[in-house]
Structures are given as structure tokens and as C-alpha cells.
């Protein structure tokens, strides 16, 4: 059975310290369980994030709290993709390169700022923790992103975009081809300032949004300008503004002669050689070679010479004497005539008459003894006994020509020409020649005998005999001495001549001599010692008898009548004469001199006149 519950007894009232102490306990204990709250919290918490960013902390100002690693490393990239991509744009006059961050040496430091933001309240003091934990809560903390920058592969790329933009400077020249001038014209160069451009870029990544970077360049100069080398194409273009023509008068050009030079063949003679000027300056010259416009007077000289007369000269017993002076001759003026093409070269006047100036006999006293003449080479005899007066008058005349006469090395002897006219104020007279196949009265009959003596001197030289003529009929005289016939050889002034050439490589003087006493003419040829040796044989090929007919020829001057023989008959003969030349003893010529003498008839003149 239950019992019932005694009365509540009525609660007597505590006094109010002992309520204060109730309070304070009370708070104590709350207080107590708040720390336990919060030390448990603090020990969830630290467990949460101990993979984890503490809240409230950012990197440059992206929020990375409550982030892991990987998650904050992530943002980070995305943040910056575009940047990272291609930091700066680099520009040149239109032209765009846009490198990447690694191509110009730039990097972000996002594991060193996740370094320090995981940092951040993960320290193993949880006191420490705790007040950075707060303090971060309340104040929050943005971590600085560093930006690495290596120059040295930022240049590396800068070089590589500068081959594309720097170009050399082109210095201004001038240039002959072909006689064309060739200018070259100047060209300012350019170079890509690397240094200067590498710190714009560092300025402007600073900001780690993609910026535009002009690059820096500046200007090279061309060390020769177009300036310093105008004077030289003024010059070049004066010198090459047409051909130079030369005009002459004298030796082969007795009316006057005509030569031109073009343009390219002056051009040829310019040299360009660079030098510094008077201020500096690069400059060039302009040099013309004076050797080869001599060389190009060469032969225009030799056309104009006119060479001096030889004297004639004594053999005198080997004492060589000049006993006439020779004759003065005419020749190019070569510096005065240089000098004036200089001056034509350099104005637009391009003809240059040529000088001429006087030149010295080829041969006097002072290179007399220098010839080299010591000793007879060739010697010519021949008969003219029982001649008639005329006939002796007229060798004389002409032995008087042929004596003293000098012939150069290499020249070709005319006896017609060292003859010269036939005339009476020349000491020569009328007499019988072969003329038109008969006997009659002309100027210099007889100088036959002259003219066959020289060639024995010349046939028994060695000389080789380049024109000789055989008489119409055989002459007695040319045999007198024993010689064979054929060795006799006749002129006529203007239509026969007797021509051999000095090939002893030495000056020859021919000399004769008249000895009346003997009735014969000699010729002799002296020079120097040719070591020559002539032999000679001949053989006679056929014999022709004498025509039995006579020939009558008409003479009006005569009275008619009167009939006058004027020519014996005689037969004709056809003969060869051979000749051996041997030089030290080793036969250097041989050589055929034909004959053919015509038979002849008795000729009488008739005379028609009245």
C-alpha cells in the first residue's frame, strides 16, 4: 500500500552572496564548456584543414582559403593562362611576334606563394596556430606572386626576332662596268637595341597582364654617303660623256688621218681608289693610266713618223765619216700630245689635234761607230769596157747615188728609189737603152751597168733579191769578167726595179767605185760579220738562133730615105743561175734566178720625114 509523501516543507531563502557565488559558478562552468567548445572546435578545425588553405587568405588577390593544393595551384594557372601564354606582343613597324613566358625567360613563382600560404596556420605550436587562425579570420592575408625573369633567354629570343628586323648599312659606290658607270646608292642601316627592349618588357610584365612592347631599334649610318661620292660620278660622267677623236698630219697620212677611241675603251684606262678627304670624309679618286693612252699613241706614232734621210757615209777604211748629213724628221709630240687628251678628257671638247715635234737624223756621229759596220759582205764588179762617153757619164752619175748609201736592218732596198730622177742638173745625159724590144736614145742610158753591179754586191751578200729583171738580150759587157750570163739585171724608172732586203739583222753602207782606168764599175756592201758563204752555178736550158729577118722601124724625124741600123742580130738563150747561201756553215738559202734573153734581129731606123 503506498504510503503517501510527507509534505513539502516551504524552502527558506539564501542570502544574496551565496546567490553571486551561485552565478559565478554557474559562469565558471559555462565558461568551462565554451573552452571545451572551443578546443574541440580548434582540434575539428585543424583536422579539416590540415589538407586546406586556411580561409580568408588570397594570392594576389584570388581567394585561395579552403583550397587544397592542387586546387589553389590550379586557379592560380587559370588566372594567369593568358598571361603565361604570351606575356607581351612585340611590334616593328606592323610586324607582331608574340613568345611565350618560358621563350622569354619568365616564370611565375606559384609554388613558393602556395609555399607561404600553406604555411599560414599549419605551424606545430596550435597556440600559434590559433592566433594566426584568428588573425586571419578577422584581417584576412594576400600573399604577393613573385615573377621570375631570365634576361639571358629573353635575349636569346630578341636576337632571333632581330635577324629578322636588323639589316647592315649599304654604303653608297660608284662602279665601271663595261664603260657603264654603276652608282650604287646608300642605304642607312639598322639595329634592333636589345638591352633597351628586354627592360620594357620587365616594365611592362609587371603587371602580369598581356601588354603590347614596341621594340626598341636605331638607325646605323652608313660610313660613305651618297654625298661624299657625287663628285666622283661629276667626274666620271665628264671623262665618259663621248669618244676622244684624234686628228693627224705627217708620214702615212699625208692628207690627214682620222682615229677614234670610244667610251669603252677610255673607260678601261679609270681607276677608282678610296681614300679619306681633307675633312674626313670618305672620298674616291679617280685615276686615269697615262701607260696605256701612251700605248694606244703607239701606233697612231708610227703611222705619223716621218722618218729623218740617212746621211750618206765614207767607208774611209773602216774609220766610218759622215760625209752628208742626214736629214732631220718629224714625229709625235707624245707629252704634248698626252697633255692635250688629258685636257679633252676633262672638257666637252673631244677632238685633239696631234703635234708633231722634229726628230733627229736616225743616224749621226755620236751612233755612227754603233752600227756594227767592220767588214765587206757583198761585193759587185762589172765591166763597161769600150763604153761610149754618155754611157761612162751616166754610171758615174749614178755610181754617184748608190755611194755612201746606208740600209737599216730589215729594210728593202729600191735602186730606183736611191736612184732618184734622171736628170740633167743630177749629172746625167742621153744615151742608148732598150726601149719597146729596140735599142734608142734615153735619159741614163748605160745605168744598167749600175743597177747589175749593185746586184752582184747583193747576190754575193746572201741577200735575199725580191725584184730583179733580166735585160731583153744578152749584153757582152756583163760577161767580160767571166761572168756567167744572167747575172745582170736591168731597170727602168717607174716600170723596173732591183729590190733585195737587209736580213743580216745589222746596218749595211753600200760604196762603188768608178775606176776608169779599168774600165770597171765595183760595188760593195759592208755591215757587220754575217758568217756568210755564197756559192753559185748555172746551167744554160736552151739556145735560140738569131732571126734572119731584119726590122724596120719608122723615124719621122728622119728624112725619108735615110736608113740606119741601129741593132745587130743576136741569139736568144734561156739559162739558170743557182745560188747556195750557207750561214756558218749550214746551207740557209737556196735559190733560182731564171734568165731569158730574146733573140734578136738586125733593126734599121727608116726614116718617113721630109
Not at 500500500?1 to 554557474?26: G, H, K, Q, T
Not at 605551424?123 to 579570420?137: M, S
Not at 749629172?427 to 734615153?442: M, S, Y
Not at 764599175?521 to 753559185?536: D, K
Amino acid at each position: 500500500m503506498d504510503r503517501p509523501l510527507p509534505a513539502r516543507m516551504p524552502r527558506a531563502r539564501r542570502s544574496w552572496p551565496w546567490r553571486v557565488i551561485e552565478w559565478l559558478l554557474v559562469l565558471t562552468a559555462l565558461a568551462g564548456l565554451a573552452v571545451l567548445l572551443g578546443y574541440g572546435a580548434i582540434l575539428l578545425g585543424e583536422r579539416l584543414l590540415a589538407e586546406r588553405i586556411y580561409p580568408n587568405i588570397s594570392v594576389r588577390g584570388l581567394p585561395i582559403g579552403g583550397l587544397t593544393r592542387a586546387e589553389a595551384r590550379a586557379m592560380l594557372l587559370r588566372r594567369y593562362a593568358d598571361f603565361l601564354a604570351a606575356p607581351v606582343t612585340l611590334s616593328f613597324e606592323g610586324q607582331l611576334w608574340r613568345p611565350a613566358a618560358e621563350d622569354l625567360g619568365l616564370s611565375l613563382a606559384i609554388d613558393e606563394a602556395l609555399d607561404a600560404a600553406f604555411a599560414l596556420g599549419h605551424d606545430l605550436n596550435w597556440q600559434a596556430n590559433t592566433r594566426i587562425a584568428a588573425a586571419t579570420w578577422q584581417y584576412g592575408v594576400d600573399l604577393p606572386l613573385r615573377l621570375r625573369f631570365d634576361q639571358r633567354i629573353a635575349q636569346q629570343t630578341l636576337r632571333t626576332i632581330a635577324a629578322e628586323i636588323d639589316r647592315a648599312p649599304v654604303e653608297a659606290s660608284v662602279d665601271l662596268r663595261n664603260g657603264v658607270i654603276v652608282v650604287g646608292a646608300e642605304q642607312w642601316g639598322r639595329q634592333t637595341l636589345i638591352d633597351d627592349t628586354i627592360a620594357d618588357i620587365a616594365a611592362a610584365v609587371q603587371s602580369l597582364q598581356p601588354q603590347e612592347v614596341t621594340i626598341r631599334t636605331r638607325l646605323l649610318e652608313p660610313r660613305v654617303r651618297d654625298a661624299d661620292l657625287a663628285p666622283t660620278v661629276a667626274e666620271l660622267q665628264l671623262l665618259l660623256h663621248g669618244p676622244i677623236r684624234l686628228e693627224g698630219r705627217g708620214g702615212q697620212c699625208p692628207a690627214g688621218c682620222r682615229w677614234e677611241w670610244p667610251v669603252p675603251q677610255i673607260a678601261a684606262w679609270i681607276k677608282l681608289r678610296s681614300l679619306t678627304a681633307i675633312d674626313g670624309r670618305p672620298a674616291m679618286a679617280v685615276m686615269i693610266d697615262q701607260a696605256a693612252i701612251r700605248a694606244a699613241l703607239t701606233p697612231i706614232a708610227a703611222a705619223l713618223r716621218e722618218e729623218g734621210g740617212l746621211p750618206r757615209v765614207d767607208w774611209n777604211n773602216g774609220n766610218l765619216r759622215i760625209r752628208t748629213p742626214g736629214t732631220p724628221g718629224r714625229g709625235l709630240a707624245v707629252e704634248e700630245a698626252l697633255a692635250r687628251i688629258n685636257g679633252a678628257l676633262y672638257s666637252h671638247e673631244r677632238t685633239v689635234t696631234l703635234p708633231l715635234r722634229e726628230l733627229p737624223p736616225p743616224v749621226t756621229a755620236d751612233n755612227l761607230a754603233a752600227l756594227g759596220i767592220t767588214e765587206p759582205v757583198g761585193v759587185g764588179v762589172s765591166s763597161f769596157r769600150n763604153s761610149a762617153e754618155y754611157r761612162i757619164t751616166n754610171i758615174q752619175a749614178g755610181a754617184r747615188q748608190m755611194d755612201g748609201v746606208l740600209i737599216p736592218p730589215g729594210a728593202a732596198f729600191s735602186f730606183n728609189t736611191t736612184l732618184g730622177p734622171v736628170t740633167p742638173e743630177r749629172g746625167f745625159v742621153e744615151g742608148l737603152a732598150i726601149v719597146a724590144n729596140r735599142t734608142q736614145k734615153e735619159w741614163g742610158g748605160g745605168l744598167c751597168q749600175v743597177s747589175t753591179t749593185v746586184f752582184r754586191a747583193a747576190f754575193f751578200a746572201g741577200l735575199p733579191i725580191t725584184e730583179r729583171h733580166e735585160h731583153s738580150f744578152r749584153i757582152g759587157w756583163y760577161e767580160e769578167l767571166g761572168e756567167p750570163p744572167g747575172l745582170d739585171a736591168a731597170i727602168f724608172t717607174g716600170v723596173h726595179d732591183l729590190r733585195f732586203v737587209n736580213d743580216t739583222g745589222g746596218w749595211l753602207l753600200l760604196t762603188s767605185k768608178v775606176d776608169l782606168q779599168r774600165q770597171q764599175l765595183t760595188m760593195i756592201l759592208y755591215g757587220p760579220p754575217s758568217n756568210r758563204r755564197v756559192e753559185y752555178a748555172y746551167r744554160i736550158l736552151e739556145r735560140t738562133p738569131a732571126p734572119t729577118q731584119p726590122v724596120y722601124v719608122d723615124d719621122p724625124t728622119l728624112p725619108a730615105g735615110v736608113i740606119r741600123q741601129t741593132d745587130t742580130a743576136r741569139g736568144g738563150l734561156r739559162v739558170e743561175v743557182y745560188r747556195t747561201v750557207y750561214t756558218n756553215g749550214e746551207i740557209s738559202r737556196r735559190d733560182t734566178i731564171p734568165t731569158t734573153f730574146q733573140p734578136w734581129p738586125d733593126i734599121f731606123v727608116r726614116g718617113t720625114g721630109r
